[in-house]
T-cell receptor
Framework: DAGVIQSPRHEVTEMGQEVTLRCKPISGHNSLFWYRQTMMRGLELLIY????????DSGMPEDRFSAKMPNASFSTLKIQPSEPRDSAVYFC????????????FGQGTRLTVV | AQSVTQLGSHVSVSEGALVLLRCNYSSSVPPYLFWYVQYPNQGLQLLLK??????LVKGINGFEAEFKKSETSFHLTKPSAHMSDAAEYFCAVSDRGIQGAQKLVFGQGTRLTINP
């Protein structure tokens, strides 16, 4: 398996624009997680899905953020409108929904909002 | 809910010296514990994990960690540091969240610097 695949790797956009980040989890995994990493706040869990259903979105910072998982092999994280403070590295991770298994991370998308 | 505390956001050691990164957890049930490493501009990758059985767990790149229930700790060690070990290290505990879905709860991370 190629692992968790995220696209794009880098995104530079202007304030106010819509940004869509994409993730393909590892085949067979039934849990998917979106994280945000910044110097100030570290690694934050934004939202996670189990069997394509959003379980907990309490980490989503504002209504400008939304995430979907239309099927088991694809998820998106959308920011609309984007703001400079959204600049961060966004990671997607997937795992089996069992307590003794690890999550596998993608390479991340580095988002810069100017 | 489970939680993780990593003591020391930055640790600096000399090449060849012992590496010790500290992690304490809180858990109401027997914990499943993980250490991840993040190299610059990369995602997190698993170093090692403790689920059940032997409390001393060996991982990749010569790292190991010992689960100590009495101390609620899972410290990461390596006998001799290499320059290539410079990275950020995250301790995590498995938590059962809403609707029973599992998620990892991460500590704040420890940045390890290796001095030549």
């Amino acid at each position: 398996d190629a692992g968790v695949i995220q696209s794009p790797r880098h995104e530079v956009t202007e304030m106010g624009q819509e940004v869509t980040l994409r993730c393909k989890p590892i085949s067979g995994h039934n849990s998917l997680f979106w994280y945000r990493q910044t110097m100030m706040r570290g690694l934050e869990l934004l939202i996670y899905f189990n069997n394509n259903v959003p379980i907990d979105d309490s980490g989503m910072p504002e209504d400008r953020f939304s995430a979907k998982m239309p099927n088991a092999s694809f998820s998106t994280l959308k920011i609309q409108p984007s703001e400079p403070r959204d600049s961060a590295v966004y990671f997607c991770a997937s795992s089996f929904n069992t307590p003794n298994t690890e999550a596998f991370f993608g390479q991340g998308t580095r988002l810069t909002v100017v | 809910a489970q939680s993780v505390t990593q003591l020391g956001s930055h640790v600096s050691v000399s090449e060849g010296a012992l590496v010790l990164l500290r992690c304490n957890y809180s858990s109401s049930v027997p914990p499943y514990l993980f250490w991840y490493v993040q190299y610059p501009n990369q995602g997190l990758q698993l170093l090692l994990k403790y689920t059940t059985g032997a409390t001393l767990v060996k991982g990749i790149n010569g790292f190991e960690a010992e689960f100590k229930k009495s101390e609620t700790s899972f410290h990461l060690t390596k006998p001799s540091a290499h320059m290539s070990d410079a990275a950020e290290y995250f301790c995590a505990v498995s938590d059962r969240g809403i609707q029973g879905a599992q998620k990892l709860v991460f500590g704040q991370g420890t940045r390890l610097t290796i001095n030549p």
